[in-house]
Structure formats: C-alpha cells, structure tokens
C-alpha cells in the first residue's frame, strides 16, 4: 500500500513550484480601461450627452405646459362651459402657467449654460436647486392632472362636445409635461448624485 503522503507529493510533483503574483506599480500605471486620455473623453461625452438630454426634457415640458395653458386659456364657450367656472381647471391653468414659466427659464439657462460656456450659479447649487424645482413642478403637474381628470370625466358622460375635449386634452398636455419633467428629474438627480462635496 502506498502512503497518502507520496500520493500528494506525486501529484505535486509535475506542477510548477510557485506562482508569483503579479505587483502593480502603483506610481507607474499601465494605460488601460478607467486611466488616460479615453476615460476623460468619454466622461466628457456623458457630461455632454447629461447636459443636451436635460434641455431636450425641459423642452418638451414647455412646449407642453404651455399647450395645456393655451388650451385650457382659450376653452370658453358661454354659459356652463366657461373653464374658469370649474376650481379644478382654474388649478391646471394656474401650475400650467407656473410650469410654462419654471421650464422657460431652466431651458434658457440651460442654453445659456451650453453655449457661453458659464453657468449663472455653482455647479453644485445648480444640480440641487434644478433636481429640487424639477421634483415640485412635476408633482404638481400631476397633482393638477389628477384633480381634473374626475370632474372631465363625469362631464363626459352626459355629454361629449367641444368644451370637454379641450379639456381632456389639456389635462393630457399637463400628463406630458409632468413626464417630461420627471425624466428630468432624473437626470438632475443623478447630476446630483455624482457631486463632489470636498
């Protein structure tokens, strides 16, 4: 019978003795992924691409507010149908005029930002007050949005016209600018995330 110590020296026997981990110089990097001149590049086309998709976002939700502000402003048809008869519409007017005009001047400091190159506040205080304003304006929206749709709804059910279209549609621009405004949100909220605080 053979010992089991052989049998394990045995089988070592054929294999290289040791293998040395490699050492990383750490005052002489290797150029690879995450160092040089290509991990800048493409943080700088990230930042980029963060900068163009919170303009396009706020963009859309101006064009939106202020079709919701157009639409539910110019629907008055006499009588019953006036939209300023109504709490819940005089509301959606209100924060489609507040969200027309927080969206405005976002988008024009944005394009301000983008094409002077200078930003008006600290970057840091940019990214909270445009992830903070982003967040109220959008749950208002859809605060706004929510408070109609049950009032429209049941006006639709007597009767389907001119008067309750238009108002199905506003309150549909104010959905959309709502998730405008938050895909924005998003964005400020990474852009918020990815400060450095030292």
């Given at each position: 019978?053979?010992?089991p110590?052989?049998?394990?020296?045995?089988?070592?026997?054929?294999s290289?003795a040791?293998?040395?981990?490699?050492t990383t110089?750490?005052?002489?990097?290797?150029p690879?992924?995450?160092?040089?001149?290509?991990?800048?590049?493409?943080?700088?086309?990230?930042?980029?691409?963060?900068?163009?998709?919170?303009?396009?976002?706020?963009?859309?939700?101006?064009?939106?507010?202020?079709?919701?502000?157009?639409?539910?402003a110019s629907?008055?048809?006499?009588?019953?149908?006036?939209?300023d008869?109504y709490?819940e519409?005089?509301?959606l007017?209100?924060?489609?005029?507040?969200?027309?005009?927080?969206?405005g001047?976002?988008a024009?400091r944005?394009?301000?930002?983008i094409?002077k190159e200078?930003?008006?506040?600290?970057?840091?205080?940019s990214?909270?007050?445009?992830?903070l304003?982003?967040q109220?304006?959008?749950?208002?929206l859809?605060?706004?949005a929510?408070?109609a749709?049950?009032m429209t709804?049941?006006?639709?059910?007597g009767?389907?016209?001119?008067?309750t279209?238009?108002?199905?549609?506003?309150?549909?621009?104010s959905?959309?600018?709502?998730v405008?405004?938050?895909?924005?949100?998003?964005?400020?909220?990474?852009?918020?995330?990815t400060?450095?605080?030292?």
């Open positions: 019978m053979s010992n110590e052989e049998l394990t020296k045995n089988n070592h026997s054929g290289p040791t293998t040395a981990t490699p110089d750490v005052e002489n990097p290797k690879g992924l995450g160092f040089g001149v290509s991990a800048i590049t493409r943080r700088w086309k990230r930042e980029d691409l963060l900068k163009k998709g919170s303009l396009v976002a706020r963009g859309l939700a101006l064009v939106f507010s202020l079709l919701s502000l157009v639409i539910m629907n008055k048809h006499g009588g019953w149908k006036d939209f008869k709490e519409y005089r509301y007017l209100a924060i489609a005029i507040l969200s027309t005009l927080y969206t001047g976002q024009f944005h394009v301000n930002a094409w200078q930003q008006i506040f600290e970057q840091r205080i990214a909270m007050v445009d992830f304003g982003d109220v304006v959008a749950y208002l859809i605060s706004s929510s408070a749709i049950p709804n049941r006006m639709r059910e009767q389907d016209n001119i008067f279209d238009s108002l199905a549609s506003a309150i549909s621009m959905f959309f600018a709502f405008s405004l938050a895909l924005s949100a998003m964005v400020s909220g990474y852009k918020l995330s400060q450095s605080y030292i």
